[in-house]
């Protein structure tokens, strides 16, 4: 499987910016698909799943009411609708693949299998 990771930028707080993951390979559709990101200094943090076909979804506390993850099967997609920006979200942006449609550890960065290349967004005050 590989992935794609898109939509990153400068924005300012309160902004918003739309994330896409474009996935391709072999049964993308039997994996689960969740965000990370990673600040500087910083481990790297879940902020977001969603399996595939109107799965689950999952979100960090501190981006419930703010992001939205979804998923478009005919597109092999996954985007993450990011609002309310705010500087603290500024970090780089990894989409990864869990290896099951059902993610039953979201948040575990360990469980999955393969990861997009990042991208960087930045929130100014």
């Not at 300012?12 to 996935?23: F, I, K, N, T, V």
């Not at 969740?34 to 979804?57: M, N």
């Not at 979804?70 to 780089?92: F, G, H, I, R």
């Amino acid at each position: 499987v590989q992935l794609q990771a898109s939509g990153g930028g400068l924005v300012q707080a309160g902004g918003s910016l739309r994330l896409s993951c474009a996935a391709s390979g072999r049964a993308v559709r039997r994996y689960g698909l969740g965000w990370f990101r990673q600040a500087p200094g910083k481990e790297r943090e879940f902020v977001a799943a969603v399996g595939w076909s109107g799965g689950a979804t999952y979100y960090e506390d501190s981006v419930k009411g703010r992001f939205t993850t979804s998923s478009d099967n005919a597109k092999n997609t996954v985007y993450l609708q990011m609002n309310s920006l705010k500087p603290e979200d500024t970090a780089v942006y990894y989409c990864a693949a869990y290896p099951t449609p059902v993610i039953d550890y979201y948040w575990r960065a360990y469980e999955y299998d393969y990861w997009g290349q990042g991208t960087l967004v930045t929130v100014s005050s």
